[in-house]
């Protein structure tokens, strides 16, 4: 492994580790200190909301910037200070809110940031983004593990834990090989353009209802699953065996990409979706929760995948880092808002299971629409197959 590849994948760790550490445990923390599911809701789906906002704010600054490397440095550092506004603000909502909303306008762009460079570095040859993207996963499941042993303990450690290893990442950021912002000191090229690619807003249509389901599972999964009798010890092993699972879409994601095509694993996708939701709606217990997460990684990470190719390969150099901001706005953004919001109104109403319950329906509704539109519309035919065939020099190499 070169030093290069070794310095891109050990910061991936650490910016992984601290989204598992935060971000999986966070809704235990609100409600240790008396917050209610609906408040809940609204704080884990405020980063997102932010993200509307900061994410494009964030891809048109970095795309401008005769670095990209020079918006990470700044949002890893301001992450890991303002991530203790959130302890500092008590057990007041209106102040954790403004908290939550400090911390995340740096945080969110830090993982589609770090993408952009990842993907420009390994069209070069660099690096490979699999095996990159697959340390990430890695720390992110030993944190997870960790942490759940850790906050049983002591929930308010969360925030030492988080500030400490985003440091480290902020630390690690010197490292990083510089790529240029292609906009910088030429023709500006605006966000607008982005939107004009009727196949990508497609895909985003489509992911955005999927990941509305994940976004309601993420902000709710560890309450859920407490009120089912699983230790928080389990939900932290549930959480990394989720994170392993991701490992064989991620190391062999090349071949899967060229033996069947985006339209296909994104359609498998789906479906793993319907099923896992169908599981947690009706058969969640201490003894089958291990289970479900063994096929977490058929869900979000081929969905991240897929939408990370697709900009790198379709969009213009000059929109690459707004267009993996724009991925991150709608696997994790937008779709949070929705999924967090109303899931939470909505479970507070008529309770968890069947608010898993809809999130198979919609999912299922999702992937019959996707299958019709890419059989009887002309939006997806570049995508039946693997690689875009016009451009083979600029494919990234995503063999594990």
């Known amino acids: 492994m ?14 992984y580790m601290s989204t598992g550490a935060f971000f999986s445990y966070i809704s235990l923390y609100f409600t240790e200190i008396g917050l209610g599911n609906l408040q809940i809701g609204i704080l884990t789906s405020i980063g997102a909301v932010i993200g509307l906002v900061a994410q494009p704010l964030w891809g048109i600054i970095s795309d401008r910037s005769p670095y990209k490397n020079r918006v990470l440095v700044i ?20 102040l954790i809110l403004l908290g939550m909303s400090v911390f995340s306008f740096f945080q969110v762009a830090i993982n589609p940031l770090s993408d952009a460079i990842t993907l420009e570095l390994s069209s070069k040859g660099i690096v490979k983004f699999s095996g990159v993207r697959t340390f990430g996963s890695v720390g992110y499941a030993i944190m997870t593990g960790v942490a759940g042993w850790i906050f ?26 510089k790529v240029e912002g292609h906009q910088s000191g030429r023709k ?26 994940l976004g309601f599972f993420f902000s709710f999964h560890a309450i859920y699953s407490q009120q089912q009798g699983i230790s928080m010890e389990v939900i932290g092993l549930g959480l990394a065996i989720g994170s392993f699972s991701q490992f064989p879409f991620m190391l062999f994601f090349d071949r899967i990409f060229r033996r069947f095509g985006m339209i296909n694993i994104l359609l498998f996708s789906g479906l793993i979706h319907v099923v896992r939701w169908l599981l947690y709606a009706t058969a969640l217990t201490p003894q089958t929760v291990l289970v479900m997460w063994v096929i977490h990684g058929g869900t979000y990470i081929l969905f991240y995948l897929c939408l990370a190719e697709y900009v790198n390969q379709y969009v213009m150099k000059e929109l690459k880092a707004s267009g993996q901001m724009m991925n991150a706005v709608t696997l994790l953004g937008i779709s949070k808002i929705f999924g967090a919001v109303l899931g939470g109104w909505y479970a507070s109403k008529l309770g968890f299971a069947s608010a898993f319950g809809l999130c198979a329906i919609l999912s299922a509704a999702a ?12 939006l997806f035919k570049e995508l039946q197959t693997g690689w875009k065939k016009e451009q083979p020099q600029q494919n990234i190499s995503l063999k594990g």
């Not at 890893?76 to 057990?91: D, H, K, R």
């Not at 303990?153 to 630390?171: E, G, Q």
Request: contains cysteine.
């Open 367 to 378: 992937v019959a629409g996707f299958w019709w539109a890419t059989r009887y519309t002309g």
């Open 152 to 177: 049983a303990r002591d929930i308010h450690s969360i925030f030492l834990v988080t500030s400490l290893v985003m440091l480290a990442a902020f630390a690690n950021t010197f490292l990083l090989p």
């Open 188 to 213: 500006k090229v605006k966000l607008v353009e982005l939107f004009k690619d009727r196949t990508l807003m497609a895909l985003y249509i489509y992911t955005f209802i999927c990941s509305t389901t």
């Open 2 to 15: 070169s030093k290069t590849m070794g310095y891109t994948s050990l910061f991936y760790a650490l910016i």
């Open 75 to 94: 949002c890893t550092l301001m992450s890991a200070l303002s991530v203790w506004l959130v302890q500092l603000s008590g057990s007041g909502f209106w």
